[in-house]
């Protein structure tokens, strides 16, 4: 077999490649013999295939991606910007992280950081709001505290009236936002339209009841995404929920680019099949780069403490992700989330602080006195944390959060 693997031309450790040319991409590779397999995965993912081609021509080669750094495990490669396309993220995901992912040659393979040339962000129109905007919606700008949320449940089975019951109460205990879960969509025993309406109609008397400034993340994922964007727009709400990596990022890009004037809420169902291997497939912080150039204004990243996999260092790396420097682009909002309870609040915003959406569903709903006493003791032990104040104290003379604490205990 003549292959151009052998030729170890997509090697190239002692060049120069100026970061505002290539898109630098970050992986940690396993192989039986790990150069030739760099050498293959840069060919693969460039100009190169398995054997010698005739049809190759000596332009093409500007093309070509080329291994910049090889040692032990880390492997860099960098990609001519003129791979890329405007404003695509498929194309990106095609790019770096398609066949060479699946190939034999590779026994694992792991995108763990992307580094893009700014004049390639600045094709992308990134978060309309950010987490500033909708500090900026809630009324939160001055107080900094973390955003109090809930994901209604049961998941999915809740009518349309009964899902407004719930968020209404949920509203009224103290959370500033409420949300769909990722599998409620469109379906019969709710549908989308006639959901919209009577939660924004809660979300309106809770409004004039608390005071306060709330927001309803419609799950607008599906074949009728746009349509319904365009409903919640219509119908006085100010956020749309994407499904991300289910619908895929061309949808999220379609939603954004749209310019609906609706912050967008990024749920990342479905990520783990992606990112939950550390040694294989994309990372969870690579994920959330690309999030924040498709245009979320806010976006799950784990928690650490509660029920999904996540270590302390990936959750951060997320975050990093979604604030570090990036040719000006806005910094969308951590959402925490996943088996979240008020007894975790304290050790939450210690981890991650004050800049995050701390979302729960059952540690709302399950509280012993129900949705609306959930709610307030969530809201409890973020003020608590805010104000420095360990839970266990705050709880002395709150009791909606000492009943939590009491059913859930604190991590
Ligand atoms: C949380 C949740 C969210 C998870 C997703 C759920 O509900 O609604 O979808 O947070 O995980 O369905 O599990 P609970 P992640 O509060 O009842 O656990 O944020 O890690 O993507
Ligand atoms: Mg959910």
Aim: proline content about 4%; overall charge negative.
């Amino acid at each position: 077999m003549t292959t151009i693997e052998y030729q170890d031309k997509f090697v190239d450790l002692d060049g120069s490649y100026d970061p505002e040319e290539y898109v630098m991409c970050h992986f940690h590779i396993e192989a039986d013999d790990v150069r030739r397999a760099a050498n293959i995965a840069a060919g693969e993912s460039s100009v190169g295939t398995w054997t010698t081609i005739h049809t190759m021509k000596k332009r093409i080669e500007a093309l070509a991606a080329k291994v910049t750094h090889l040692s032990g495990t880390s492997m860099v490669i960098a990609y001519p910007i003129d791979m890329f396309v405007s404003n695509s993220i498929p194309q990106v995901l095609s790019d770096v992280s398609g066949n060479i992912l699946g190939m034999k040659e590779v026994h694992n393979l792991r995108l763990n950081r992307i580094d893009f040339p700014d004049a390639y962000v600045k094709t992308f129109k990134g978060p309309a709001f950010g987490m500033k905007g909708v500090r900026k919606l809630l009324g939160t700008a001055a107080s900094g505290r973390p955003h109090v949320g809930t994901i209604v449940k049961p998941k999915i089975g809740l009518d349309p009236k009964e899902t407004a019951a719930v968020a209404y109460d949920a509203y009224y205990g103290g959370c500033d936002f409420v949300k769909d879960d990722e599998n409620l969509t469109d379906q019969r025993f709710c549908p989308f339209e006639d959901r919209v309406v009577h939660v924004l109609e809660a979300l309106d008397r809770a409004q004039e009841e608390t005071g306060e400034k709330k927001a309803y993340a419609a799950n607008v994922t599906g074949p009728k995404m746009m349509e319904h964007a365009q409903f919640v727009k219509d119908h006085g709400g100010t956020c749309a929920m994407i499904d991300i990596i289910a619908a895929g990022y061309y949808a999220l890009q379609e939603l954004r680019d749209a310019d609906l004037g609706l912050f967008l809420h990024g749920h990342r169902a479905m990520h783990a099949a992606i990112t939950r291997n550390p040694v294989h497939g994309v990372s969870m912080g690579v994920l959330a780069l690309l999030s924040r150039m498709g245009g979320v204004d806010q976006l799950h990243i784990g928690t650490v403490v509660g029920k999904m996999e996540g270590s302390q260092d990936e959750v951060l790396d997320n975050r990093e992700q979604l604030r570090r420097p990036l040719a000006g682009m806005k910094e969308p909002c951590a959402v925490c989330s996943g088996g979240l309870h008020p007894g975790q609040v304290e050790t939450l915003v210690g981890i991650i602080g004050k800049d995050i959406v701390i979302q729960a569903g059952g540690g709302i709903h399950g509280h012993p006195d129900g949705t609306v006493a959930g709610s307030t003791a969530l809201r409890q032990a973020v003020d608590a944390a805010v104000e420095g104040i360990p839970a266990a104290t705050y709880a002395e003379t709150h009791e909606e959060l000492a009943k939590a604490l009491e059913l859930w205990g604190r991590d």
